[in-house]
């Protein structure tokens, strides 16, 4: 999501006075506002558990996706949350999972870690916040195992790679001008080689992006608009010795609108190396050709496509989610700026000979 899209959401931000599990958040009531929000919907309740106990809460089933109630992922799976007068927002954990609900007119926005999530947003049913169980199975280190027909979700935590993910900012206060990168740093790898290659590559893309921003400062005139740079990450795949995460870095220099990039980093933990697709799907020689084939199809029937698609220039714009590569195009590649970033997921299975695995080669 660029950061225009995020503004539009959290443009008009009401105060919500939102039940959540019967407790009300320090917040005002603004029922005229929530009336707008309140999604209207065709649901079933759904039963959830965690590690197979019943949760005195329960979800719903919803256009065919289970939503969680924000109180179940409070009182059951212990995330804190609070909300913010000033930001008009509610935060659901902490550390790298911290999530953001910007409750506005336009509807509910999530964010992860400072990173926007085009693809999820909220939505209040009967005066309570729920979001898509996705949300926690993608970005914040769930698993959930769904039986449709007994309407019972089972949510547990995903074992992950033993390693800490922190995040370090590069912060620059100028005037009119200020420029907040947040960047992942990792710990706990028994290979300090591998672990500082990993971190070094994580660290000198956003101190490139800060060199060009303030190289951009520098030639910025008295009167020209306040400029404005930002930076965030979101991990999405931890496990299996393999590292995946997504960075967005924002810059807004005048005009209509900003500009967003978007950088994706798949490490193997072994030995530090920055993979790419086809290290993953080598075992399929006709890898590539397929997924330029089907990217073509896909481009064209998506909203927005500007033309000029022959194939992929590069093997490093995607991401890892459990059993699926996610690959992407920067914004204006080959859509419109409204079309945001074209996003194309493909399971494992697509992509690979029966009996294979994208990590084999990593052991």
Known sequence: M???????????????????GGALLPAETSQAAAAKTQAKVNSSLVVLKTNGTISQHTGIVSAGKVWVPVAFMRDTLGMPLTYDKTEKTYTVGNGITRTKLMVSDYGTSISVNNYFLGEFEGKIINNRLYVPFDLLSDYLGYKGDWNAASGRLNVMKKTQNPITVTTETYSKDYKDAPIKLDYPQISGLDNAKAQ???????????????????????????????????GGYVVTYNQDGVLSLVTSQYGYT?????MTFRNAFTFSLKDGKQLLLGDLFGANP????????KLAKLLKANG????????????????LKDGKAVLFFQLYEYTAYAAGFPEFTFTFKELLPSGSGPFAALK
């Open 286 to 293: 006709n890898y590539k050709k397929e997924l330029n084939a």
């Open 2 to 20: 660029s950061k225009e899209q995020a503004l539009k959401w959290g443009a008009g931000l009401m105060a919500a006075g939102l039940l959540l």
């Open 254 to 258: 005048g005009g209509a609108h900003g």
């Open 196 to 230: 500082a290659a990993i971190n070094n590559t994580l660290k000198q893309t956003f101190l490139k992006y800060a060199e060009g921003a303030e190289k951009e400062i520098a030639n910025r005139a008295k009167d020209d608009r306040p400029y404005e740079y930002e």
């Open 304 to 319: 927005g496509y500007l033309g000029g698609f022959t194939g992929l220039n590069t093997e490093k714009d995607f991401y």
